[in-house]
């Protein structure tokens, strides 16, 4: 039995259109499923996440993200963003829900907040790019507004330091998965998530250093 059944059965939703039950006739039974499916699956990331942060008080926790977004379409990736120092608009830690039924997990990633980025935002993130790659980390790369992942190298890493000093790409996030498809126990899961966020923490730091002027 998997260790997460509503957020397995809620990835099956991606990009899904939801309507108000009473307003989705035939459709209403479906909808009213749709939407119990899908709480219970924010529930579920979220005890996660409250799991994880009860490991790193810390931190100042924000709150786990919808759903569904504004065009009622589901959005089973779950995000929550987790504050140390600095402003809202500067990079930070998140926990983020990826894949499909098949094969899902959490993601650890350092990076910001797109609605609350300032002027300096991009600049700060994408100094994750100075420091040397460590093993199990990738990076997730914003190109002519498409994400690709690409893999944490030393040879990758000089190639996408080249790209950003000629503006080819826009922003670089570094990311450490932990899967959830085969997961034993909670405890097992919270173990591998403290291991991500270590291994994350140099980079963290790295978008902390003063910018060049």
Known sequence: MALFPALAAFLSYQGDKYMAPEKAGELEESMREMKHVAQ???????QLAQ????????????RTSQWMNQAQIARPHFWTYFQAEGAVSE??????????????GISVEVSFVERKKDEQSLAKQNQVLQVAVTDSLYYMVQENGESRRVAGTEANRALLLEQLAQDKIR?????????????????????????AFATLQPYYQATRMPLDD
């Open 51 to 62: 799991a994880f942060h009860r490991f790193q008080p810390h931190l100042d926790m924000h």
């Open 171 to 195: 922003k670089v996030l570094v990311k450490v998965d932990v899967d959830l498809t085969e997961a034993a126990s909670i405890e097992a899961v919270l173990s591998q998530l403290g291991e």
């Open 40 to 46: 219970t699956a924010r529930k579920e990331f979220q």
């Open 91 to 104: 990079p930070m830690f998140a926990l983020r829900l990826y894949g499909d039924q098949r094969a899902y």
